[in-house]
């Protein structure tokens, strides 16, 4: 895996290139062009302001805060594992053409993903100051908790990317489990809600930890949960580990089988 790594910084200018292209064909052809990437999280997050405060309200203060910190984190995961999921597939004449490591494709998806995570910190950032939720040195844990949900959603991209272009039904089953996958994730509600019988299914769901420690640091200006940060730490590595022994062994049939 050493080897792939170097190998995979040898061609960091594709990389970049290929992120960079990723983050210019997502609003391709639109008017207001790369300003959708501020412009998204914006838009969402006056619908949720509307709806939540004014329609459906909770007892939790500042609970649209609370939902925009939950819902980037969670969009940053999903549109990554869906993204990335039939990439390979996609990207089939350039994987047939030239030799590369092929890990660059799902690799600068998700690093496409959470460059659009870092912009829209400057619209989640305002927002909390402007709802009362004044700043805390808490905060600058964000890059550490960001660096290893980065690193879940990458073992988790090359797992499904490889995989698909065996089985190309994992790219449709995917997308609905995600949906599935959401609600059982606390992204719209606290996990003090969810009751302690139930505790040990929702700590199975590696979404649960990277949530609640956003949710923690940004929001109830509490320091990292240590256990449920080590156990996100293993977990992001075990991850990584596994969907890049399974993307380095099925690798080699791509060609092939696209």
Do not use: C
Not at 7 to 14: A, D, L, S, V, W
Not at 138 to 159: D, K, M, R
């Amino acid at each position: 895996m050493i080897d792939r790594i170097k190998e995979i910084y040898e061609y960091r200018t594709m990389f970049w290139s290929l992120t960079l292209s990723e983050l210019r064909t997502k609003y391709k052809g639109s008017i207001l062009g790369f300003l959708w990437t501020f412009l998204n999280p914006l838009l969402m997050l006056i619908v949720y302001s509307i709806v939540f405060s004014i329609i459906m309200k909770s007892n939790l203060p500042h609970y649209p805060a609370f939902l925009f910190i939950g819902i980037l984190a969670w969009n940053m995961f999903s549109i990554s594992l869906s993204s990335t999921s039939g990439v390979i597939i996609r990207q089939s004449s350039l994987v047939k053409k030239i030799y590369f490591p092929r890990e660059i494709l799902p690799l600068s998806i998700v690093a496409s993903n959470v460059i659009n995570y870092i912009f829209s910190l400057l619209i989640l950032i305002p927002f909390l100051l402007v709802s009362g939720i004044k700043p805390s040195i808490f905060w600058l844990l964000l890059p550490v908790i960001l660096l290893f949900e980065t690193i879940t959603i990458a073992g988790f991209s090359l797992f499904f990317s490889s995989i698909n272009v065996y089985l190309r039904d994992v790219e449709h089953v995917l997308n609905i489990f995600l949906m599935a996958w959401f609600y059982i994730t606390p992204v719209v509600y606290s996990i003090k809600l969810i009751p302690t019988k139930y505790h040990l299914l929702f700590k199975l769901n590696p979404m649960t930890d990277f949530e609640v420690l956003f949710q923690s640091i940004l929001y109830y200006h509490q320091p990292l949960r240590w256990k449920m940060f080590l156990y996100s730490v293993i977990f992001s590595i075990m991850i990584l580990y596994i969907g890049w022994k399974v993307f380095i062994k099925l690798n080699r049939r791509f060609a092939e089988e696209i």
